[in-house]
């Protein structure tokens, strides 16, 4: 498994620190050890992904163990699986990344936030990580036995090409029931998160597992909770304010994962 280029989508060769097509393309390793595979003509915006604020709100919560239990449910999964290839999509800063090569001989994080990449680099030489678009994936055909994506869009046309055949495909959404409670402090009426729908052309589901458990969350854990999700562009102050002075936040996650396997 190698990277591939962007522009040209030739095979890139590792050369001291560069990586270089046939074409003469050139993508330097940055000095924490990443690549950025995001050409400016596939970026949506000047600097895409999440900012270095959103990046270190989510590092702070994810390293007080609130979702561990979502990512040991993916270990004990993907560890069934045989896999020595991975590339976990929509990595962010790697937490989630870095247990998974603990399983996986080699393993690739890829996000399009330089920030959450830098940041992951420095603390996780073990993985390889990259600045690259999930619409474009930077591998080549049928070259991964696993793909992991918590939350992450992808095109699922790039999903069949690059899963070799019998591969796996692991995702993880949201439940109906996932923090309620912090929606409830945002909208008047809260909904639930509609029941999984996605279908993977080219897999089969082989298997569903729901992780849902009860968080107690101080203020400031609360906030950063609320920082690291899309409902952050619709709280009020007040609600941040709130938040910030509570002694305890009770909050419930529900996690669906799902575990799709390639077609022989």
Known sequence: MSYRC??????LTRRENSYICPQRHQFDLAKEGYVNLLPVQHKRSRDPGDSEEMMN???????????QPLRDAICQQLAQTGATQLLDIGCGEGY??????A??????????????????AKRYPQV???????ERLPFGDNSIDAVVRIYAPCNPQELARVVRPGGWVFTATPGPCHLMELKG????????HAPHSEQLEGFALQQHQQVAYPMTLSGQEAVAL??????AWRARPE???TLQQQAQFHCQTDFAIHAWQRDA
């Open 185 to 192: 402090l945002i909208y008047e009426e809260v909904h639930l």
């Open 226 to 231: 609320l920082q690291m999700t899309p409902f």
């Open 128 to 134: 390889n990580f990259c600045v690259a678009s999930s």
């Open 103 to 120: 399983i996986v001989p080699q393993t690739w994080g890829l996000d399009v936030s330089k920030a959450a990449i830098r940041a992951g």
């Open 96 to 101: 989630y990344t870095h247990a998974f090569a």
């Open 6 to 11: 962007p522009l040209c989508h030739d095979p």
């Open 239 to 241: 609600v941040w304010e």
């Open 57 to 67: 709100a989510r590092r702070a919560f994810l390293d007080a163990g609130h979702y």
